[in-house]
């Protein structure tokens, strides 16, 4: 373990403070030493890195006259010796020390501080993403529970859907109820869209322009079901159609006609 009086030799040497006997005799020491050698080299980086953080400020010119006035006042006194001067300069290296490791102990606590919180918004994010995920597949429950409810009930009739020659293989039968604003659609055969695309469903009344209802997607196998709900009952119409649209659907002109059917 390293001796008080050797300790304050190597911290007055990284701050400068030592009388040349003093700081040739630190010299000869480290030169010797390695573990010497890293420990001021430790303290030299220190002290370096506490100017670097300083920040730079402009004195007052009252204070280089304060400062002109008490080093002619010195003159005029008995002069401080040495070895006091030292001392009290090193028990402040010593204080300056400490409060750098704190300083240095603080940051690492803040940076892991900063970290956990990084880490627990990040948990925050999965459980809220797992939440949404939670709730859609929910409601892909709800609407597929309703769909099967509304196809097998008594009064609900069918129609199919013909296919076109844009798309030869696809097959579409549409579910209703006489006075129900509900429908439900169910495809298979599509080919999937490429991004940038959409299916479109569309009802139709007798010598009107037809309405757009409902987008949706096909799985990899082709298959889709949703459930629609019209501005009024199904039976006011005379006609259904799927389309392909461009993302975000048309409400004007219907695209590409992929399935058509009569109710």
Same mark, same amino acid.
């Given at each position: ?24 005799? =630190?010299?000869? %020491? ?16 220190? @002290?370096? #890195? ?25 003159? &005029? !006194? ?11 300069s090193?028990?402040?290296?010593a ?16 940076? *892991? ?6 880490? =627990?918004?990040?948990? *925050?994010?999965?459980?809220?993403? *797992? ?5 859609? /597949?929910d409601? &892909? ?22 296919? !076109?020659? &844009? ?9 209703? #109820?006489?006075?129900?604003? !509900?429908? =439900? ?9 490429? *991004?940038? #695309? ?19 997607? @096909?799985?990899?196998?082709?298959? /889709? ?12 119409? &005379? %006609? @259904? ?10 409400? !004007? /002109? ?5 399935? /058509?059917?009569?109710?």
């Amino acid at each position: 373990m390293m001796d008080a009086q050797l300790e304050e030799l190597l911290i007055g040497y990284a701050l400068g403070i030592l009388s040349l006997d003093e700081q040739q005799s =630190v010299e000869i %020491q480290i030169a010797n030493n390695p573990l010497l050698r890293t420990k001021i080299q430790q303290l030299q980086r220190t @002290v370096h #890195q506490l100017a670097l953080a300083a920040p730079r400020v402009q004195p007052a010119p009252i204070v280089k006259q304060q400062l002109l006035a008490r080093a002619r006042a010195s003159k &005029q !006194t008995s002069p401080i010796t040495r070895p006091t001067t030292r001392r009290l300069s090193l028990a402040w290296a010593a204080a300056l020390a400490l409060l750098i490791a704190l300083g240095g102990w603080n940051i690492g606590l803040r940076n *892991e501080n900063n970290q956990l919180r990084t880490n =627990v918004a990040g948990l *925050e994010r999965e459980v809220a993403s *797992e939440r949404l995920r939670r709730v859609q /597949a929910d409601e &892909q429950i709800a609407k597929a529970e309703q769909a099967v409810a509304f196809v097998v009930a008594q009064t609900t009739t069918s129609r199919q859907l013909a296919a !076109t020659e &844009q798309s030869p293989k696809a097959v579409g039968t549409m579910y209703m #109820q006489p006075g129900n604003q !509900t429908a =439900v659609l169910v495809v298979d055969g599509l080919a999937p869209l490429p *991004e940038g #695309q959409v299916y479109q469903f569309w009802l139709a009344r007798a010598g009107q322009e037809p309405i757009p209802s409902d987008q949706f997607s @096909v799985n990899a196998a082709g298959h /889709a079901q949703l459930v629609i709900t019209a501005d009024s009952q199904v039976n006011d119409f &005379q %006609q @259904v159609m799927v389309t392909i649209e461009a993302a975000g659907g048309s409400q !004007t /002109a219907p695209g590409t006609t992929v399935l /058509a059917g009569n109710l």
